[in-house]
């Protein structure tokens, strides 16, 4: 009887990392796993300065704690950031990695994933991540075309972040935050 063994962590992020460079041309050009994982660590700096077992802290609870967890701040609990997230990453890649099994017990908590294991959450969300209704100001649910600061900003405001209304002042004011956490990115 012959194992199927799953593919190693690097070679599932691999994968990831090729279908989106795949799908995600502009006019031709490619992006690249540069572009991408670069555009992915931006993100990671501004939610929790690329901590991995981050814990979001929260002036609105009485314990100060919130519900972001992780590089990327997914949210815990049923039907909450990270739950969506798994369940688009297993539909991408067509199974259940040995990681996600037994997620829910942690309350869909991703703080004691790897890095490279949130990254590949990260992905299998955005490739399977509907866009939104176009409309003035709308980017597309992916990388492509998001080559300034203010590109991916906007992408992470409408995407990640994804709790302001477009075009609001309250979008505007996340935006400007992201841009400003970014003053203090490492080059």
Not at 57 to 72: A, H, V, W, Y
Request: charged share 25%; hydrophobic share 35%; net charge negative.
């Amino acid at each position: 009887m012959t194992m199927i063994t799953e593919p190693t962590e690097e070679s599932m992020l691999e994968g990831l990392l090729k279908t989106a460079r795949n799908n995600w041309s502009v006019d031709g050009e490619q992006v690249t796993s540069e572009d991408i994982l670069g555009n992915m660590d931006k993100i990671a700096f501004h939610e929790s300065k690329n901590i991995a077992d981050a814990i979001q802290k929260s002036d609105n609870t009485e314990s100060g704690i919130g519900p972001g967890r992780g590089l990327f701040q997914f949210e815990v609990g049923e039907g909450q950031g990270a739950h969506t997230a798994s369940r688009r990453l297993i539909k991408q890649l067509g199974y259940t990695p040995d990681f996600l099994k037994g997620f829910a017990e942690s309350n869909y908590d991703v703080s004691s994933f790897t890095p490279e294991q949130q990254q590949m959450m990260f992905l299998g969300n955005i490739l399977r991540m509907p866009n939104k209704a176009e409309g003035e100001g709308r980017v597309g649910a992916s990388f492509a075309g998001v080559d300034t600061d203010k590109e991916l900003a906007d992408y992470w405001a409408q995407y990640h972040h994804a709790g302001t209304k477009l075009g609001s002042d309250a979008q505007d004011d996340m935006t400007k935050k992201f841009l400003g956490d970014l003053d203090d990115y490492p080059s």
